[in-house]
């Protein structure tokens, strides 16, 4: 039976992606704190790899600050992709972010490093960049009775429809950069956030922040959408927000 680990299993789309992993025949190993694996340090990483024919790497963290999110990236990935060497790992699959190489935002620094810690490895790879999930509007959201959310265009993608997408790249031959996924539609985020809050009943104050410079020009001028053609998925924002009334 082929065995696929799954970094950030516990995580939004990583609980997606070990769902699919198992629907797909094969047996899905969590890597995650809760499952005893600590990725900043490689603890218990060769243990959980052992037997493993592919790694997905879906983790993440919750910041904006550069530094902080480079030095867990890089920790993380150098972690796994040495594991996987004394393993045997044959293929290892990042999950990235589409246009980070076109909005110097310090986040998405942190994965360009990622990427480039992927592509210089020993391990054959393939990286999924995908577009923002519909998710993505919660997050700007917050709980609070003001939100501010970036002047940003986006083309945003149901994670289901990710996680799909990375099972089966995980479970084909690696293809280094494969192509972008994104949602069937654009979508102002300011107004997704807004459409979120009217869905669940509430009335924030939802302030469209344009951040300066290059960076906030990229975002508002569409630097995060697709500029080749990929999978698409078929899932719109609109349907999405009809399941969280």
């Known amino acids: 039976m082929t065995t696929i680990a799954v970094a950030g299993g516990t995580g939004l789309v990583g609980r997606l992606v070990v769902e699919g992993v198992r629907r797909s025949g094969?047996?899905?190993?969590?890597?995650?704190?809760?499952?005893?694996?600590?990725?900043?340090?490689g603890k218990g990483l060769d243990r959980a790899l052992e037997g493993a024919d592919a790694v997905i790497d879906v983790t993440n963290i919750v910041t904006q600050n550069r530094r902080r999110a480079t030095e867990f990236f890089e920790a993380s990935t150098r972690n796994l992709l040495d594991a996987e060497v004394r393993q045997g790992v044959g293929h290892h699959v990042v999950?990235?972010?589409?246009?980070?190489?076109?909005?110097?935002?310090?986040?998405?620094?942190?994965?360009?490093?990622?990427?480039?810690?992927?592509?210089?490895?020993?391990?054959?790879?393939?990286?999924?960049?995908?577009?923002?999930f519909?998710?993505?509007?919660?997050?700007?959201l917050g709980g609070g009775p003001v939100a501010a959310?970036?002047?940003?265009?986006?083309?945003?993608?149901a994670a289901q429809e990710v996680a799909d997408e990375v099972v089966r790249l995980a479970t084909s031959p690696p293809a280094g950069m494969a192509p972008e996924i994104a949602g069937p539609r654009e979508e102002r985020v300011p107004d997704m956030v807004?459409?979120?809050?009217?869905?669940?009943?509430?009335?924030?104050?939802?302030?469209?922040?344009?951040?300066?410079?290059?960076?906030?020009?990229?975002?508002?001028?569409?630097?995060?959408?697709?500029?080749?053609?990929?999978?698409?998925?078929?899932?719109?924002?609109?349907?999405?927000?009809?399941?969280?009334?």
């Open 95 to 132: 999950l990235s972010i589409v246009g980070i190489d076109r909005v110097g935002f310090g986040y998405y620094r942190a994965k360009l490093a990622q990427e480039d810690l992927v592509r210089e490895g020993r391990v054959a790879w393939t990286i999924l960049r995908a577009t923002q």
């Open 194 to 245: 807004r459409r979120l809050a009217a869905a669940q009943g509430r009335r924030p104050l939802v302030l469209t922040l344009p951040l300066p410079g290059a960076t906030g020009r990229g975002m508002r001028q569409g630097a995060l959408l697709p500029t080749s053609p990929g999978p698409r998925g078929t899932r719109t924002f609109g349907e999405w927000l009809e399941g969280v009334r």
């Open 149 to 157: 959310v970036p002047s940003m265009l986006s083309q945003p993608v």
């Open 26 to 41: 094969a047996e899905a190993v969590v890597i995650a704190r809760s499952a005893g694996v600590d990725l900043s340090i």
């Open 134 to 140: 519909h998710e993505f509007a919660a997050q700007m």
